[in-house]
T-cell receptor, first 107, second 114 residues
């Protein structure tokens, strides 16, 4: 069963643009929604996470938006930089991951 | 502080061979897990452990065995390698399973089965 549906699979953004990645989940009991960032040849690392008692969390250029009624959460990267080029995964508390989004930021 | 260490980094096996992927963490984490990463499939959970002596199956456990005799180590055994097991394998650990307990990943083992 697919617990987490992530889109898009790949994303190309110009430097300075906004990158948006979406995830939809099924289990309404989930109470923690992290995003992980993975660079080539490395393991994923926690980027930012949100709990469902807030609708938005911002850390620098990275923002998570959470819509509990729609069972969706999104990652927004403002002022995208070439150094943000990586694969991004959303996850849910039972350690299931989305399929990943390969982000390329063109200079 | 090494974090999560996986060995080897690369491995090539012939069909039918067996091998063990090693994983060690030095953060005193109770929860450890194994994932495989395939293109377009994300990270799929193979097996996990919530503490020494306790293991359980994840989404794709067939063809793999695990054991957890110590808090630090969580090896993954391939019993009889098949080409379908060609993948990148990641070990992860966390303080607990769930809320506000992020996973810490190793840098992976790239396995090719011919």
């Amino acid at each position: 069963q697919q617990q987490v549906k992530q889109s898009p699979q790949s994303l190309i953004v110009q430097k300075g643009g906004i990158s948006i990645i979406n995830c939809a989940y099924e289990n309404t009991a989930f109470d923690y929604f992290p995003w992980y960032q993975q660079f080539p040849g490395k393991g994923p690392a926690l980027l930012i996470a949100i709990r469902p008692d807030v609708s938005e969390k911002k850390e620098g250029r990275f923002t998570i938006s959470f819509n509990k009624s729609a069972k969706q959460f999104s990652l927004h990267i403002m002022d995208s930089q070439p150094g943000d080029s990586a694969t991004y995964f959303c996850a849910v508390p039972d350690m299931r991951f989305g399929a990943g989004t390969r982000l390329t930021v063109k200079p | 502080n090494a974090g999560v260490t996986q060995t080897p980094k690369f491995q090539v096996l012939k069909t039918g061979q067996s091998m063990t992927l090693q994983c060690a963490q030095d953060m005193n984490h109770e929860y450890m897990s194994w994932y495989r990463q395939d293109p377009g499939m994300g990270l799929r959970l193979i097996h996990y452990s919530v503490g020494a002596g306790i293991t359980d199956q994840g989404e794709v456990p067939n063809g793999y065995n695990v054991s957890r005799s110590t808090t630090e180590d969580f090896p993954l055994r391939l019993l009889s390698a098949a080409p379908s097991q060609t993948s990148v394998y990641f070990c992860a650990s966390s303080y607990s399973k769930g809320v506000d307990s992020p996973l810490h990943f190793g840098n992976g083992t790239r396995l090719t089965v011919t």
